[in-house]
């Protein structure tokens, strides 16, 4: 079975962090960038942060720079997303997606060109 899994979302207070990962399973990371998106209740999805196949390139969010970091552990097919100095405004189900095509840029923070998604996972953030 192809599938993205993400965990570690959860209730945490505000200023607090969460460490999220996306396991693959079915089909590869390796060679494939990887993107972590969000959405919150009544909003549109929006792009957090993204990786390059070699895990060199890390792209952020204006929102999330800063306070947010992205890696990947290619021998345990896993890309993961540390969360910290978390606010409400955090508040989403947060996705994981791999790029459709190997070696492909990472840099663009559209949802286009990611061919795998999760199912997502979420992050509740009190005040």
């Known amino acids: 079975q192809v599938q993205l899994v993400e965990s570690g979302g959860g209730l945490v207070q505000s200023g607090g962090s969460l460490r999220l990962s996306c396991a693959a399973s079915?089909?590869?990371?390796?060679?494939?960038?990887v993107g972590w998106f969000r959405q919150a209740p009544g909003k549109e999805r929006e792009y957090v942060a993204s990786?390059?196949?070699?895990?060199?390139?890390?792209y952020y969010a204006n929102s999330v720079k800063g306070r947010f970091t992205i890696s990947r552990d290619n021998a345990k097919n896993t890309v993961y997303l540390q969360m910290n100095s978390l606010q409400p405004e955090d508040t989403a189900v947060y996705y994981c997606?791999?790029?459709?095509?190997?070696?492909?840029?990472?840099?663009?923070?559209?949802?286009?060109?990611?061919?795998?998604w999760g199912q997502g996972t979420q992050v509740t953030v009190s005040s």
């Open positions: 990786i390059g196949w070699s895990g060199k390139s890390k």
């Open positions: 997606a791999r790029k459709t095509l190997e070696y492909s840029s990472a840099s663009n923070g559209s949802p286009e060109g990611y061919a795998y």
């Open positions: 079915g089909l590869t990371l390796s060679n494939y960038g």
